[in-house]
Nanobody, 121 residues
């Protein structure tokens, strides 16, 4: 069993910054990739950013240059630094990871419960 817990959401004015954190715990043997997605009201969930074990990162076009994903593998944590926030960034942000719970086991995707980010004046 793998648990993911997000923190750091909240209300921020347009142009402001927030940093989301996510801690993975449980019976984790190894983690291959970690990432963030978001879901705005009435919209489908979209991948925002991801980071794999090689250090490669990917971002959705709408956040490039404003958001930065980083990992601390020793702590099994992933972060999302969000700068120059816009009202359209308002959404519930979910942390995810591809992890396996034993050697040679399959990598499965796990999700956190989500953190609300609201960008409004």
């Amino acid at each position: 069993q793998v648990q993911l817990v997000e923190s750091g959401g909240g209300l921020v004015q347009p142009g402001g910054s927030l940093r989301l954190s996510c801690a993975a715990s449980g019976s984790i043997f190894s983690i291959k990739a970690m990432g963030w997605s978001r879901q705005a009201p009435g919209k489908q969930r979209e991948l925002v950013a991801s980071a794999d074990n090689s250090g490669s990162t990917n971002y959705v076009d709408s956040v490039k240059g404003r958001f930065t994903i980083s990992r601390d593998d020793a702590k099994k944590m992933v972060y999302l630094q969000m700068n120059s926030l816009k009202p359209e960034d308002t959404a519930v942000y979910y942390c995810d990871c591809d992890a396996r719970t034993y050697y040679s086991g399959p990598y499965l995707r796990y999700w956190g419960q989500g953190a609300q980010v609201t960008v409004s004046s």
